[in-house]
């Protein structure tokens, strides 16, 4: 957490401003769901409340939270509350992990009559070495929520979505996570910051002992791995529960699913843990494939914005910030496209019948992603080969 108790103070705000950062994103990303939607289908969407409809997620808000707090009469009452907690946890904590931008160089001052500093604060709640293995392991702890919300409900059709969300969340992980092994392979890495910084600079690579490069192209991974970011990317639609792969709701099916007996302020945190899911896939894939919070000119790299911000600042910890601020800018523009990905797949794509998705996983993507393995294996041996 830090050295010191303002290092310490620091750190705590903030992890609080990314965990409220995260919470924030929910209303916005319904309301863009809402509007998306509508503009697919010819519509208008939420356009009474407020300007563009936006006054709509307040009204929302209080909506969820003052609706009366029902348990049903057969619920295991202790998990069917906590199933709702259980459920939105895991996507914070993961979230917590994923590099959002560089970090920002404190520079020393006087504070109470004391100095402090410098400091390096991390564009990120939690820095570690194996970032990747605590995301893949802490998210995966998301289908225990939905497995305890079914089954504590104490209604059949809650239950039946609890064990299609668990069957379904099971299957997509093991594709999920082979379909990283080919960029793990390429970085020898876990550390997601030292992946990051390898995609900095132009297109380079080796190949039989000669060096290439395209001046024009960003050094990202989707480059190395276009086949891995596709699989890696569809297994993230099936964890998440989104369309087409959204059988464990299917409410023209089961009523609504695992979370048929949930409503209000419990409704609401499985909506957040929803799209909490989706924040850290999109995360993920840009960390993997689109340079993470690298510009996609490939030209600015950390460096030279960073010299860009001292020659008009000075050096210090304004420049610092200004950097900092700049590659966040652009961690967040790929994050939100890639969630309008999501939401466009929604709404384009029918649900994909129970047998078709179990076999799309197990027949098509598990086979998919252990040939890509074996392809960027025997690419990775005659590129060193020499």
Same mark, same amino acid.
């Given at each position: 957490? #830090?050295?010191?108790?303002?290092?310490?103070?620091? $750190?705590?705000?903030?992890?609080?401003?990314?965990?409220?950062?995260?919470?924030?994103?929910?209303?916005?990303?319904?309301?863009?769901?809402?509007?998306?939607?509508?503009?697919?289908?010819?519509?208008?969407?939420?356009?009474?409340? #407020?300007?563009?409809?936006?006054?709509?997620?307040?009204?929302?808000?209080?909506?969820?939270?003052?609706?009366?707090?029902?348990?049903?009469? $057969?619920?295991?009452?202790?998990?069917? &509350?906590?199933?709702?907690?259980?459920?939105?946890?895991?996507?914070?904590?993961?979230?917590?992990?994923?590099?959002?931008?560089?970090?920002?160089?404190?520079?020393?001052?006087?504070?109470?009559?004391?100095?402090?500093?410098?400091?390096?604060?991390?564009?990120?709640?939690?820095?570690?070495?194996?970032?990747?293995?605590?995301?893949?392991?802490?998210?995966?702890?998301?289908?225990?929520?939905?497995?305890?919300? +079914?089954?504590?409900?104490? $209604?059949?059709?809650?239950?039946?979505?609890?064990?299609?969300?668990?069957?379904?969340?099971?299957?997509?992980?093991?594709?999920?996570?082979?379909?990283?092994?080919?960029?793990?392979?390429?970085?020898?890495?876990?550390?997601?910051?030292?992946?990051?910084?390898?995609?900095?600079?132009?297109?380079?690579?080796?190949?039989? #002992?000669?060096?290439?490069?395209?001046?024009?192209?960003?050094?990202?991974?989707?480059?190395?791995?276009?086949?891995?970011?596709?699989?890696?990317?569809?297994?993230?639609?099936?964890?998440?529960?989104? &369309?087409?792969?959204?059988?464990?709701?299917?409410?023209?099916?089961?009523?609504?699913?695992?979370?048929?007996?949930? +409503?209000?302020?419990?409704?609401?945190?499985?909506?957040?843990?929803?799209?909490?899911?989706?924040?850290?896939?999109?995360?993920?894939?840009?960390?993997?494939?689109?340079? +993470?919070?690298?510009?996609?000119?490939?030209?600015?790299?950390?460096?030279?914005?960073?010299?860009?911000?001292?020659?008009?600042?000075?050096?210090?910890?304004?420049?610092?910030?200004?950097?900092?601020?700049?590659?966040?800018?652009?961690?967040?523009?790929?994050? #939100?496209?890639?969630?309008?990905?999501?939401?466009?797949?929604?709404?384009?794509?029918?649900?994909?019948?129970?047998?078709?998705?179990?076999?799309? +996983?197990?027949?098509?993507?598990?086979?998919?992603?252990?040939? $890509?393995?074996?392809?960027?294996?025997?690419?990775?041996?005659?590129?060193?080969?020499?």
């Amino acid at each position: 957490m #830090g050295a010191d108790k303002v290092e310490i103070a620091i $750190n705590t705000v903030k992890i609080a401003i990314i965990f409220l950062m995260m919470i924030q994103m929910v209303p916005l990303l319904v309301w863009l769901e809402r509007r998306g939607s509508a503009f697919i289908q010819n519509r208008f969407g939420p356009n009474r409340v #407020g300007p563009l409809g936006l006054m709509q997620l307040l009204a929302d808000a209080v909506k969820f939270i003052t609706k009366e707090q029902f348990v049903p009469a $057969n619920a295991v009452k202790f998990l069917f &509350l906590a199933a709702p907690v259980i459920a939105l946890v895991p996507a914070a904590l993961a979230f917590a992990a994923i590099p959002l931008a560089t970090p920002i160089h404190i520079d020393p001052f006087h504070l109470l009559g004391q100095s402090w500093g410098p400091y390096t604060i991390e564009m990120q709640s939690v820095r570690m070495n194996v970032g990747i293995i605590y995301i893949l392991g802490v998210s995966s702890l998301g289908a225990y929520g939905l497995l305890i919300a +079914g089954w504590a409900s104490g $209604n059949k059709y809650s239950l039946l979505g609890a064990i299609r969300a668990s069957a379904q969340m099971i299957s997509y992980e093991l594709a999920l996570g082979l379909a990283i092994v080919g960029i793990l392979m390429i970085y020898g890495t876990f550390d997601l910051n030292k992946m990051i910084e390898m995609q900095q600079g132009p297109f380079s690579f080796q190949f039989m #002992g000669q060096a290439y490069e395209i001046s024009w192209l960003p050094n990202w991974g989707i480059f190395f791995q276009p086949l891995g970011a596709l699989l890696f990317f569809i297994a993230t639609f099936a964890e998440s529960n989104r &369309l087409p792969f959204d059988l464990p709701e299917s409410e023209g099916e089961l009523v609504a699913g695992f979370h048929t007996e949930y +409503g209000g302020f419990k409704m609401l945190m499985f909506f957040m843990g929803e799209y909490g899911h989706m924040m850290v896939g999109a995360g993920l894939v840009t960390t993997f494939y689109l340079g +993470g919070f690298q510009s996609p000119f490939v030209w600015q790299t950390y460096d030279y914005m960073l010299n860009l911000a001292i020659a008009h600042h000075g050096p210090g910890t304004v420049a610092s910030a200004l950097t900092t601020g700049y590659f966040l800018i652009w961690f967040s523009i790929k994050v #939100g496209l890639l969630l309008w990905v999501f939401i466009w797949v929604r709404w384009t794509l029918p649900r994909f019948r129970y047998d078709t998705l179990m076999d799309l +996983g197990w027949k098509t993507l598990l086979p998919w992603t252990l040939g $890509n393995v074996a392809l960027t294996a025997i690419v990775l041996y005659w590129a060193r080969a020499m």
